[in-house]
Each structure stands twice: as C-alpha cells, then as structure tokens.
C-alpha cells in the first residue's frame, strides 16, 4: 500500500528511525532513488533506507552537479521520495548551500520535508563530483563551523561529515579532518574517494568508534566492492548513489534510438514495465478504494 494512505504510517521521526537502523547489527545499505518511482521500487526490492544523490537530482533536470541547484529544488526530491516510500532518506547537501547560517536553513528544511540524514562536504564552490579531479577545499575550521551549525539547528536529523581531502591529503589528511568534524557534532564520516581497500583499512582504523560511510559509485576512484566486502572492513554504511539513474538514462536512450528509427516502440515492449505492473507499484487501486470510502460532503441547513 502506498505509504501515503498506509495504515502504518511511521510515526517515529525519520532521523529516529535511522539511527534505530545505524544501531542494528550489519551495514546499513542505502542505495540511490532519484525520484518517487525508483523510491517505490527499491522498497519492493527489500530496502529499508535510501539515499539522495545531487549527481542525480541535476543530471535528471539535465544540470551537471557544480552545485548549481537550491534548498527548494531539493526538497521537491525529498519530498517525492519520503512521501512515496516512507523510508528514511539521506539526503546530500552538497557544500551546505552557503555558509553556517545557509547551513542551518538548509537542516531545517530538509528536515520538515521529510529527510533523515544529510551529508556535508568540505569542498568550495563550485563543488564537483567527489571522483574527480581537482577539487578545492575549504579550510578545516570553515567545515567544521558549518558541521556545528547543522548539528545545532537539527531536531532528529542524522548529521554525516563528508571530506574530499583523499586526493590532496592522503589518509593523515583525511583523519584529522574526520576527528575535527566527529568533535564538532557530526553524527558519521563520510570520507570520499578513498581509491585501495588499503585506504579504507586505514580511515576505520584511525577512526574507532565512530560511524563511517562508504561511496560504492561505478566508474570512480573507488574499487568495485560488495556490502559485505565493506562490511568487513568496518564501515557502517554504504551507498549507490547514482546507480538508479544510470540504468534508467541507458533504458531511455535506447527507447529513444528505437523510435527515431523505427517510428514504433514495439521493438521495446519487452523492456516496459507494463500498465498493470506500473500501477500495482504506485497503487491506483489503494487510491481509488480510497477516494471511494470518502464520505461525500453535505451543506449544512441554514434554516436550523
């Protein structure tokens, strides 16, 4: 049943919930929904926790991700996906939208919409995609006055540092970046990049006790490794952040190349999720029963 109309409605808040799943034994898996569909979609397929990627959010608007969209184009996303699916989301909030006031602007929205988590970088605008070359970043202290602020203008929001200094700071880099940010209030580290099993070993070791996510992205600096592989190097989370899109965007080129040639879709049929197939995912039917048990309206007498 779609979880708008659901009869169990979470009731806990979705930074609650999260951390409920944090605290659960094994690695909590999030992989990447760009919309409301593939939020529904992940959920059928057994996820309890999704992510939110800005690579996705602009490369669906056709953007590239320079950090060029706002707090509300955002929270349009959150919003779809939260709502369609009920599970909690992390969300990334690039480089916090400005500075710490813009930061705290940004927790709070994000969180009224919907969101459980959101994950800051240490990069300086424009940001780019952290497997990239070439990223400025801000200084230490900037970063951790911006981690400070989202710490202190959340309710139940789970705060996630991320740092960029991989590339440019190596592990030692990384760490004392990651401790700085731990002790201003961040909930979980995110360090991104990191390029050898090796490096991953090294920022859980330099970091015990605390929360670590780890970027499974495709065609990154990262190499390909299972949940499970990086379960057992220690880490907490990991993500897929643009997975969804990717698969998606293929699927939709090839729609296109058919028809311009074709002038037909039919050569593309067996790859289509069907009517009754789409519909069973968004719950026309639940919808429907339920507009039908609502009670119409009667206008009061005014004559009693």
């Known amino acids: ?26 690695i909590l898996r999030l992989p990447g929904a760009h919309n409301g569909m593939a939020a529904l979609q992940a959920k059928a397929a057994g996820f309890e926790a999704l992510y939110l990627s800005g690579a996705a959010m602009t490369a669906s608007m056709g953007l590239p991700d320079l950090g060029i969209i706002t707090v509300d184009e955002v929270a349009f996303f959150i919003r779809q996906i939260a709502r369609a699916s009920g599970l909690p989301l992390l969300v990334d909030g690039d480089t916090g939208y400005g500075e ?3 930061v705290m602007h940004m927790v709070r929205t994000f969180e ?20 990239l070359n070439d990223k400025k970043l801000a200084s230490p202290a900037d970063m951790a006055a911006k981690v400070a602020a989202a710490a202190k203008a959340r309710r139940d929001l789970v705060i996630i540092a991320r740092t960029d200094a991989a590339a440019s700071e190596g592990v030692e880099g990384t760490v004392a970046r990651a401790k700085l940010y731990a002790e201003a209030g961040a909930d979980a580290i ?9 490096m991953f070993r090294e920022v859980r070791a330099a970091l015990p006790g605390v929360k670590l996510l780890a970027n499974m992205t495709e065609f990154g600096q990262t190499p390909s490794l299972t949940a499970q592989e990086f379960e057992d190097l220690g880490y907490d989370m990991v993500i897929w952040p643009v997975s969804s899109l990717r698969v998606a965007n293929r699927a939709q080129e090839e729609l296109y190349t058919a028809l311009a040639r074709d002038g037909a879709t039919k ?4 790859r289509m999720q069907t009517r009754k197939e789409l519909y069973g995912t968004i719950g026309l039917g639940e919808f429907e029963a339920l507009d039908q048990s609502i009670a119409a309206s009667v206008a009061p007498d005014w004559r009693m």
């Open 190 to 198: 995110f360090p991104e990049a990191l390029s050898s099993i090796e």
């Open 267 to 270: 050569s593309m049929l067996n």
């Open 1 to 26: 049943m779609p979880y708008l109309i659901a009869a169990d409605h979470p009731s806990a808040p979705a930074g609650a919930r999260l951390r409920a799943q944090l605290d659960s034994p094994g």
């Open 112 to 131: 009224e919409t919907g969101a459980a988590a959101v994950h800051l970088e240490d990069q300086l605008l424009p940001k780019k995609c952290g497997h």
């Open 100 to 102: 710490a006031l813009n």
